[in-house]
Every structure is written in C-alpha cells, then in structure tokens.
C-alpha cells in the first residue's frame, strides 16, 4: 500500500493533492483484503473525471482496476454483458460496436470507468445507462460483502442515483450487466449535432459505427481533451426549473432555449445561462469557462482545486443574482 501518494496522474482536472493511503484493485478479492485494514474513510477512485480534489484525501483512496467484458446471455434480439468495474468507459463502447451491439454508441468517448458510469447514470446525444442498464454488482465498503442491485434499486435520475444519496461512499460497484441488442438497434438521432454530421459525412443509412464515429467527431470538436486541457467535462447540471421561472427569464430573454420535461416543468441550458453571464472564455488566474463551451471549468495549468472552486462559486452567485436559478455541480468536490 503507498503512503502519501500523489493523484495528480489520477484526476482529468490535473490537481495535486495527496491520498494518505492508496492502493490499486484488480480482483473483488483485493478489495475486500484491503477494507480488512479498517483504514477509514475509504474513497473508490475511477478515472477521476467527474472529480474536483480540493485538498489531501485522508483515509485510504481505491482505485478500481477490476477489468473483463463477458456475454453472459443471450435471448432473442438481446445480449447481456457483465463488465467488470474497472474497465474504461470508452473501450467497453468500442469493444460493443467492433461487436455489432447496439445502445451504447451515443455514449461513446465519455471518459472514466464502467464502475462510475451508474453513480450519475451518464448520459450524452438522448442516451442514459439507465436505458441499457440490468443489474450491478458491488461491495459494501464497512463490510466487505458483495450486494446485487436492480434497476429500481438504483434510483436512477438526471445525472443522479441511490449512489450519489443514501448509497454515497457506501459501495464500490465491481461490475455493470448491460443489455444491447443484437439486429434492429434502436437508433437514436433526434439529439443534438448527429444528422447534421452524418449528412456531412455523406452517410445515408447509418448503423452504430456511424453514430458512435459522428459523436465522437462531435465531442472532439466541441470538448476540451483532458490529456490537452484538464477538466471534467460539464461542471454543472442543467437547472430544472418551474415554468414560472423561464416565463420570467423569457421576458428579458426572449431567445431562451428550454426543454419540457415530463412533469411539466423545464430544462434550462446551464451553458446558456453561465455564457449570458459572460464567463464563457474568461480566464480568472489558472482556471475558466472553456471558451467554446462554459459549462465546462478548465484548468490552464496549475490550478489548485480551491481556485477551481471559488470559480464554480462565483459563477453559480452571478447565475443566481440574474436569473433567479441555482445551478448544481455535477462535478463531485472533495
Ligand atoms: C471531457 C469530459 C467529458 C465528459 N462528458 C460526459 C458526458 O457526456 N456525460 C456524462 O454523464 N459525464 C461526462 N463526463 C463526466 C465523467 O466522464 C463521468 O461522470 C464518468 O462516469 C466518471 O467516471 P470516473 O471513473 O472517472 O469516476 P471518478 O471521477 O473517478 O469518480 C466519480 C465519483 O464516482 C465514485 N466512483 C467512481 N468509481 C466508483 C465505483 N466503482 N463504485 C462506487 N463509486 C465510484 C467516486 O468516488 C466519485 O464520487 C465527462 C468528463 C470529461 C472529463
């Protein structure tokens, strides 16, 4: 086990804080050996793209290296894929689409783990995991036993789940089972730039390949690479909000862009909001709102997550004072 271990290579942000205790896992077997220490608090670490490190990490920091990508069945149009929790995200998708299985290819070149990818149920271009989602497996942290959980247990919500409520720092999922369909894939196109970048790619009848190469063309243009720029993609959640709300934001705003949700109340870009309080490009120090799109925080190097979170404050103040809308980060701060 390392003492004192610098993440700096384990967060896309790029910050250096220090874990009093780490260790790697590659087997569910490891992790329950090393919860055995009783070393308190413990925190699982993936990618460490959706992460905000603000100060040292006391306790012991996991880093879920759980790897393996099995068909575990198979049923009329379906298959089922067990994953272990340490595999990455964008290779799993890759590996679905070399494989001809469909659900996932909206979700290409999110970065980070399996093992996260149900804590904020991601999403991207119309697709959550929630929609492919059959069932994990976990460890409980305090006991070191393995516990199963469905769809309905995980409580899935917008960028939201069971993991990030009452199940926060209680469990390290070690595997993800995921069902993808075999033929007749059920495309989604409606979202955002997709058919605009197929059409310009002059393909006519595009399969998962296609997509999964226009969303990954799309993202590449739009999103900072972490490997250039640290960041964590989306720091905030886009606000849901009364329709009150965006009535009285719509009488300065006329052009402002809103999506009806099911209950009858509204998505407001949180992009749009923070731009129109022009953050987007400003630079404060080390840190800013990425130019081409500021709902993302960057760090142009050397930034301490302190300096990133004053910024994240900041910008959520000013979203407030103007439009009367309080932004939630997406980003977990720790
Ligand atoms: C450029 C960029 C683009 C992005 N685009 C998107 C996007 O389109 N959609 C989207 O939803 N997200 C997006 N993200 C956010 C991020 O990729 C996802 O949230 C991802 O699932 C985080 O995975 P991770 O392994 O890096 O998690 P980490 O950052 O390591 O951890 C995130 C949280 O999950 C917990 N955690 C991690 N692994 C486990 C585990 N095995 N068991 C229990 N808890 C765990 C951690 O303790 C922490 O609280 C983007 C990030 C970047 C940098």
Not at 183 to 197: A, N, V
Not at 246 to 269: C, H, M, Q, W
Not at 297 to 321: H, M, P, Q, R
Request: positive net charge.
């Amino acid at each position: 086990m390392h003492q004192h271990f610098s993440l700096l290579p384990f967060n896309t942000f790029g910050i250096e804080v220090h874990a009093q205790y780490y260790e790697r896992i590659e087997q569910v077997a490891d992790l329950q050996k090393v919860l055995k220490t009783g070393i308190q608090p413990v925190m699982i670490l993936g990618g460490g793209s959706n992460l905000l490190l603000t100060q040292d990490i006391p306790g012991l920091v996991v880093h879920n290296a759980i790897e393996g990508i099995e068909i575990v069945r198979k049923f009329n149009n379906k298959v089922w894929v067990k994953v272990g929790g340490g595999v990455n995200w964008h290779a799993f998708v890759q590996w679905a689409v070399k494989n001809g299985l469909g659900g996932v290819e909206n979700l290409s070149l999110i970065p980070g783990t399996v093992g996260a990818s149900p804590v904020q149920n991601i999403g991207a271009y119309g697709v959550e995991i929630k929609d492919v989602f059959v069932q994990l497996e976990a460890v409980a942290l305090e006991t070191g036993k393995i516990c199963r959980f469905n769809k309905a247990q995980c409580q899935f919500g917008y960028r939201d789940s069971y993991f990030k409520k009452e199940g926060k720092g209680k469990f390290c999922i070690t595997s993800v089972t995921f069902s993808l369909t075999q033929h007749r894939h059920r495309l989604q196109l409606s979202y955002g730039d997709i058919t605009r970048t197929l059409a310009q790619q002059q393909v006519e009848n595009p399969g998962i390949a296609e997509i999964s190469a226009a969303i990954i063309q799309i993202r590449r243009s739009k999103l900072p690479d972490p490997a250039q720029i640290g960041n964590c993609g989306s720091f905030f959640k886009n606000p849901e909000v009364d329709r009150s709300v965006l009535e009285a934001i719509r009488t300065n705003y006329p052009n402002v862009v809103s999506f009806d949700l099911p209950d009858g109340r509204v998505k407001i870009p949180a992009g749009w909001l923070i731009e129109q309080c022009g953050w987007k490009g400003k630079r404060v120090g080390n840190t800013g709102a990425y130019e081409k799109q500021a709902l993302v925080l960057v760090n142009y190097g050397g930034a301490t997550g302190a300096e990133v979170k004053a910024l994240a404050f900041a910008i959520i103040d000013s979203v407030w004072v103007r439009f009367g809308v309080r932004l939630e980060a997406e980003v977990n701060i720790l």
